[in-house]
């Protein structure tokens, strides 16, 4: 069994919430979950990690 690290960058927690009729109204949550969901179903562990640093 693999463990994914999804690696998400600097402002991408304002997803869904900042200019949402640019970036969507998808939250950053809501895609961790859906990636989550997807690898863990293929017998893998995911771990999910924001930093707003550059």
Do not use: K, W
Request: net charge negative; hydrophobic share 35%; charged share 25%.
């Amino acid at each position: 069994m693999a463990t994914v690290l999804l690696l998400n960058g600097p402002n991408l927690n304002m997803l869904g919430e900042r200019e949402p009729e640019i970036y969507g109204r998808t939250t950053l949550q809501e895609i961790e979950d859906r990636v989550r969901r997807l690898i863990e179903g293929s017998g893998h562990a995911c771990r999910c990690f924001q930093s707003n640093a550059e």
